[in-house]
């Protein structure tokens, strides 16, 4: 990948190649940073640039730009990996997923890379075999979290149960961040007996950088891979301190924030631990399942054919139909409020209620959540939630919109019965229902 | 609407009629609250009891169930109207739309009714015309919150717009809550050249209940609408103490829980001020618009053929298809973390990225937002990010994914050139986008 023949002409009279540090000047404008290699799609004569904060930018080049060499910067060289001693430590099994907690920057493909093998992620956090040791390390595919889709939900299921009915004292997943919370809704379904702690894990900045907040993350992770918890969990920075991490409820949390380490929220539930990164568990939500004898099931049947979209003033209510025609066996709306659709009184057609009524007629499969997240849908309060109520939509409890999305997939991988799917739905099976406090 | 003919004859023998304080008893348990008229589509055998708490509740009667009468209950009466004095106090105008705030409980119809007057609603709050003076109250049109739509953003905004280019100091709104920050976002970009405080305001119980909110709600709002402020701002309980009251910007605001009084809490910024019932007013972030002499224009163009996507694990990108076909201009996604959508390494078909480009191809405007909600979505961080920027998608910075959508409606009833949407898109109109701070 070359940028423009001007660019590469002026590069090489000034010795200058990817990866060096250099100053790019720019009317009044100075930028320093590592040059890195132009990106497939980019435009030719754009440099990328990475600055000292982690982030690439793209400059324009023309006439007025001027570029000097400044450093040799960095090369890119052999990534560390750690040898596996799998003794000493109580045991663990260490599964790698892909994820920001797994890149390394290559400075030769630019930016960040995402294939390191466990053993190369471990190697950034050293003192992980302090904490536990790694029996096995596991890595079933290396995806972008943006790219994870039940197929792997459903691989990682199996893969984890196998490792939860070993010998190993709990099980450590990393994981991009983006889709963390879909996973471990997955996870906390499909893994029916759990027996032992399941931590998930990612980072949100990547470990080049300073503020890496996967090693605290992992620590943690380990901590809680050996603790009494026999949940799923998400382990992630509690605060922007670099100090301790919340183990949150699989089916209770949620990515709030585009970049903060600490992202991940507790959403109508306490997070079930707070630990620290020597090993302190402070237990804040005594409701949770303990370890214990089970033979853990992989029970990963699930329907794909379901989906999760939004009402709002001005939407369009013949996307159901769309659905309908598509084949599609359920869909999750996410409501406004107490779990309102429009039901728009003054021009019929804007109305979601027939179409709504005529999906469940044939068969579909409609669960309202709410699409302000915190609290819980109600389908008495007002007339228009009667309404809805009475077309047979079934109202989700305080399910959080995504976390209703794949048990509906999984309800509808084990029956089709209409009312054995409505009774499932509202059937507590991995804390994503919280009692009701009236 | 009747009840089914053995509950009518039951009722009947023992003198029970709508509206009287009944006990139920049903094996072990027992309710007690006022019987409440059968609503339209439920069933005829339940029977719909409203609790102390305020919720009805619907209990089936069969053999087992017991009915007695302990009181007469509340009988529906005349609605208590304020006559409008119009004087003393600076004056402001009083614009009724629907909600919660403007119900009253109805024992002949049941549970909530929404069709009060300005008037009405005053009545509620007699104390208001010790802290403003109303000039004119206006009832444009009475809808639940989910059920409004744009043409009633636009219909709204040329009111606002009239009657701050009169004499009063500011305006207030009431409105249901659900959809009380699509509406502020909605005014906050029609209403161009803002002179004097737009306050909207809303009640997420309703006005029989011991914990009604709207009191100091439209208080406080009475009190922004005479401040310096001129922004459309949402005034609604700052915490769950009934005393004080946030106004946050109209663009950066999200009703974050479904039944909390504090429901509402800026995203990405500063609430504007804290202002408590007595008329203290605390600013918080200096960062707003000054009362001036401006004269508002009502810039109420808008393209309604936009709509609001999620991506997600799973989803099934074919639904951009559908919109384009469906003659759609634009479409706003809730992309995951950063701004992503699947780009599917292991199977192509699950991907975004060639539909997102057939529709830009085909002069679709697509524009990219975060589902985390809080943070801002970046172009370059990954390669993925890179791939779908390069694609042409705009990356709506920290817009909140509804603002983002209502602007975009906005923006495509100015121009059709891709230019100059884009420009308009990352264009600060009303403190849409937040400064980046890196």
Not at 283 to 301: G, Y
Request: hydrophobic share 35%.
């Amino acid at each position: 990948m070359e940028y423009s023949k001007e660019i590469e002409r002026i590069l090489k009279r000034k010795k200058i190649e990817v990866g060096n540090r250099i100053r790019v000047i720019r009317g009044k404008e100075v930028f320093e940073g590592l040059l890195m290699p132009r990106i497939e799609l980019g435009d030719k004569s754009t440099l990328i640039l990475k600055l000292d904060n982690g982030y690439n930018i793209g400059i324009k080049f023309d006439k007025k730009t001027k570029i000097e060499k400044i450093g040799r910067g960095k090369k890119p060289g052999k990534i560390p990996s750690l040898k596996l001693k799998g003794k000493r430590k109580e045991s663990i099994s260490f599964i790698a997923t892909g994820g920001t907690i797994g890149t390394h920057v290559d400075y030769l493909t630019g930016g960040v890379y995402m294939c390191r093998k466990p053993e190369e992620i471990l190697a950034t956090v050293p003192e992980l075999e302090e904490v536990v040791s790694i029996k096995r390390a596991l890595r079933p595919f290396t995806l972008a979290s943006e790219d994870m889709t039940p197929k792997e939900w459903k691989k990682l299921a199996k893969i984890v149960a196998r490792e939860l009915n070993s010998d190993v004292k709990g099980v450590i997943i990393t994981h991009g961040t983006d889709t963390l919370h879909f996973t471990s809704a997955a996870l906390s379904f499909m893994l029916r007996n759990l027996n032992k702690p399941v931590a998930l894990v990612g980072a949100q900045r990547s470990p080049d950088r300073g503020s890496f907040d996967g090693r605290i993350n992992l620590l943690c992770g380990a901590h809680f891979a050996k603790s009494q918890i026999a949940e799923v969990c998400i382990i992630m920075h509690s605060s922007i301190n670099d100090d301790c991490c919340f183990a949150i409820r699989g089916t209770k949390v949620r990515k709030m924030h585009t970049s903060r380490r600490d992202a991940f929220k507790p959403i109508n539930d306490l997070p079930l631990a707070k630990i620290w990164s020597d090993g302190k568990i402070e237990i804040l939500n005594e409701n949770f399942r303990e370890r214990n004898d089970s033979k853990v099931v992989a029970d990963t049947k699930f329907e794909e054919k379901v989906a999760l979209i939004k009402a709002y003033p001005g939407s369009n209510p013949e996307i159901i139909d769309w659905f309908v025609k598509k084949g599609y066996r359920g869909i999750v709306i996410e409501g406004t409020g107490l779990g309102h659709v429009p039901t728009s009184t003054l021009r019929k057609e804007d109305s979601w209620i027939p179409h709504i009524k005529k999906a469940i007629d044939k068969g579909m499969v409609i669960a309202i959540t709410s699409q302000c997240l915190y609290g819980r849908v109600h389908p008495y309060v007002y007339r228009n939630l009667r309404i809805l109520s009475s077309s047979g939509a079934i109202f989700c409890e305080d399910m959080l919109p995504e976390v209703a999305y794949i048990k509906l997939g999984w309800v509808l991988g084990h029956t089709k019965n209409k009312e054995k799917v409505k009774e499932m739905m509202l059937k507590n099976y991995a804390g994503e229902i919280s009692e009701r406090i009236i």
